[in-house]
């Protein structure tokens, strides 16, 4: 008799929920002033952030939470679109506005951001997969290699405001 799988893929909720429990995330930072929502990542667990991107098409303002890790100075983020296929806005925008403004529980500042890649890329997924032991199944989810965004201080950039 063979042996059966008992490895099984990890649940996702669907992706109307994810979408949604993001919103009201930033609906919760929004309406607290920005005293609720974001946290610091600690060694086994991402933080949160408010990345403020400039939109590519009209060119506002456009704002999301999303979730990081710490890498020296740099902030370290995954492209995901809650594990769905296609790029999340945020990310199409850095692409063609590179610079962008986040804020941390320390304050905001302004960040370039860009794509890991060789062993920077590999580096930085081994150190989110501690964080996220099943971060290999929810990529092998989507059609195509999740960007993994590198948000890199602007030195002399420090804003006390953002749109």
């Known amino acids: 008799m063979p042996a059966r799988d008992r490895t099984k893929a990890p649940w996702l909720p669907p992706r109307w929920f994810i979408r949604l429990a993001w919103s009201v995330h930033r609906g919760v930072h929004r309406a607290s002033g920005g005293r609720i929502g974001l946290w610091k990542p600690r060694p086994n667990k991402w933080g949160t952030l408010r990345l403020t ?7 506002r303002p456009r704002g999301v939470i999303v979730a990081y890790v710490q890498d020296g100075p740099h902030l370290v983020t995954l492209a995901m679109n ?3 296929e296609g790029e999340p806005a945020w990310w199409l925008n850095l692409q063609a506005h590179p610079e962008a403004m986040v804020q941390t529980v320390t304050g905001r ?3 370039r951001a860009r794509a ?5 890329r590999a580096r930085l997924w081994d150190r989110w997969r501690e964080i996220e032991k099943n971060l290999d199944a929810y990529a092998a989810k989507r059609s195509f290699e999740t960007t993994v965004v ?6 002399g950039h420090r804003s006390p405001t953002v749109p």
């Open 82 to 84: 809650g594990w769905g």
């Open 150 to 155: 590198v948000l890199e201080p602007l030195s």
């Open 53 to 59: 991107t400039m939109g590519r098409r009209s060119g």
């Open 116 to 120: 890991a890649t060789g062993d920077e």
């Open 109 to 111: 500042r302004t960040v």
